[in-house]
Nanobody, 121 residues
Framework: QVQVMESGGGLVQAGGPLRLSCAAS????????MGWHRQAPGKQRELVAV???????NYADSVKGRFTISRDNAKNTVYLQMNSLKPEDTAVYYC???????????????WGQGTQVTVSS
């Protein structure tokens, strides 16, 4: 079993910063990519940022230059530093980890339960 848990969401004023954290734990052999997605009310879930085990990153155009994804492989943790937040960044943010588990040669994607980020104007 693998657990993925986000933390750090909350209410912030437009222009302000917020940092999300996400830790994976359990029967983990290794973690490939880790990422952040978000889902606003009435909209589909969208990719925000992803980082590979080697540190390569990719961002949605809407957050480039404002958000930074990073990870600590020793702690199986990924972070999302969000700066210059806008009201349109309001959403539930979900973390994912692509995990190779003990007893399997396959990689499985695990999701956290989500954390609410609300940006007030």
């Amino acid at each position: 079993q693998v657990q993925v848990m986000e933390s750090g969401g909350g209410l912030v004023q437009a222009g302000g910063p917020l940092r999300l954290s996400c830790a994976a734990s359990g029967s983990i052999v290794s973690i490939n990519a880790m990422g952040w997605h978000r889902q606003a009310p009435g909209k589909q879930r969208e990719l925000v940022a992803v980082i590979t085990s080697g540190g390569s990153t990719n961002y949605a155009d809407s957050v480039k230059g404002r958000f930074t994804i990073s990870r600590d492989n020793a702690k199986n943790t990924v972070y999302l530093q969000m700066n210059s937040l806008k009201p349109e960044d309001t959403a539930v943010y979900y973390c994912n980890a692509d995990v190779r588990v003990y007893g399997s040669n396959s990689v499985y994607r695990y999701w956290g339960q989500g954390t609410q980020v609300t940006v007030s104007s």
